[in-house]
């Protein structure tokens, strides 16, 4: 048992270095590599999680054989949780399956090399569960980073768009001007996708609706609200974009507040179970030794 889980544990070690090696070619080596491998995916440097980016390339080799899993709801929640974290156009639903199976494999072996106690059948199953779910949790991550990004630049982005369309610009322009010069984001992603989506024929408020939906933010939802309703209202989209972006610093200022607010909660516990005892031992430290040793 004991040399089994060894040679396991060293051909995981071998092919985490292969993969590690492949995401870091060069672009003439990485399409090589590609062309002779066989990939068909899409390309995994554009993951943001390194964990993710690594698993990949083997889980697109065997993506297909995860096709025929029937699993609808976990499926359809997943392909959303992939969208909503950037990388639904890369990895698919069947990719995130290949992934679990071989984390569900090699995080037990590693650790039973790591802790032996591990070696114990209900610990191994344990592990084994931990690294199915190990995929899921990047992903979550991912989607949540994701949103932070998005939120924390919405209320420039909208102060910028103002403020085109209150110079005189018409809002596809001034959309347009700030897919082209802003910075990366996801937010400029995001518009990106909506700029497309209007170019091709779709409505500016069915675009800005998909828009909505796809991140699932309430500020997002709020915005598009407001300028949906502008829309067919006729009304002037310069205003509503200036009560936006005032109504959206102040709640950035809040959320500040309550981010402000929970930190001093959390520091709390090692203040008090840390810090606190070691300044106590400083300070009374001198005069409880000469207390108990009666020098004065």
Known sequence: MGPLFSLLALASVFGGIALLSYTILTERMYRFAVRKVGVSGGDSRQIPSIALRLMFPMADRVAPYFSKIRWPRYKNRTSVNLQRAGIGRIVGVNHLLAMKAFTALVVPLVLCRLFPVFLNPALFLLGGALGFLLPDRFVADLKRSREENLLAALPGTVDVLALSVRAGLEFMTALQRIVERGAPSA??????????????????????????ARVVIPAVSSFVSVLVQADMLGASIGPVLEQQAERMRVERFQRAEKAGARASQKILVPLVLFILPAVLIILLGPVAIQFIYGKQ
């Open 187 to 212: 937010l400029r992603d995001e518009l990106s996708i909506v700029l497309n989506d209007i170019r091709l024929g779709t409505s500016r408020a069915d675009a800005l609706k998909a828009f909505a």
